[in-house]
């Protein structure tokens, strides 16, 4: 199965912008990459997705490398409800058999 | 909200007991998923189900199991508890031609 790998964790001012990277070297060219996040005690909630080109949507935006062996997923004006686990996965023809979320990157945002 | 419901919310087994955990989704959501997710881990994929009928698995044993019905509905059961099968236990339904999941909010399961 594919993998991704993130930081572990990113700091970010409210109200300015963040840039969560992705990478996925071994992608292949059925994966979709999707993005979701964790608030504490919740489950995952779904941000966006995407397979070749950017994507933007009411939460964020999606840049995807060119050569797809990685990703970035941009929050414009980051907000304290911001703050949570945001995971990186890649689904196989978007059917979510066997996905693979890793540990995720820890957001703080700074009031 | 997601729409998506889990039961019950908390619960302690002993080591060695069977339980199960049940799930509700949104009418036309046919295919439902459950994870396990492990304190500080994220989480790692169990089974999925489409229209009752398994249609992935990932590596868990065969004492995980599910069940799916038609009023969309699901239900994870796990025979012969461990210890290390203490997790929050995870729901996500996906509506039929969509690329998003509805997660629940899970079920806590502590097994001492």
């Known amino acids: 199965d594919a993998k991704t790998t993130q930081p572990n964790s990113m700091e970010s001012n409210e109200e300015e912008p963040v840039h969560l990277p992705c990478n996925h070297s071994t992608i292949s060219g059925t994966d979709y990459i999707h993005w979701y996040r964790q608030l504490p005690s919740q489950g995952p909630e779904y941000v966006i997705h995407g397979l070749t080109s950017n994507v933007n949507n009411r939460m964020a935006s999606l840049a995807i490398a060119e050569d797809r062996k990685s990703s970035t997923l941009i929050l414009h004006r980051a907000t304290l409800r911001d703050a949570a686990v945001y995971y990186c996965?890649?689904?196989?023809?978007?059917?979510?058999?066997?996905?693979?979320f890793g540990t995720g990157t820890k957001l703080q945002v700074i009031p | 909200e997601t729409g998506v419901t889990q039961s019950p919310t908390h619960l302690i087994k002993t080591r060695g007991q069977q339980v199960t955990l049940r799930c509700s989704s949104q009418?036309?959501?046919?295919?439902v998923s459950w994870y396990q997710q492990a304190l500080g881990q994220g989480p790692q994929f169990i089974f999925q189900y489409y229209r009752e009928e398994e249609n992935g698995r990932g590596n868990f044993p065969p004492r995980f199991s599910g069940l799916q019905f038609p009023n969309y509905s699901s239900e994870l059961n796990v025979n012969a508890l461990e210890l290390d099968d203490s997790a929050l236990y995870l729901c996500?339904?996906?509506?039929?031609?969509?690329?998003?999941?509805?997660f629940g909010p899970g079920t806590r399961l502590t097994v001492l």
């Open positions: 996500a339904s996906i509506r039929t031609g969509g690329k998003e999941q509805f």
């Open positions: 996965i890649l689904n196989l023809s978007g059917g979510y058999q066997k996905v693979t």
């Open positions: 009418s036309g959501h046919n295919t």
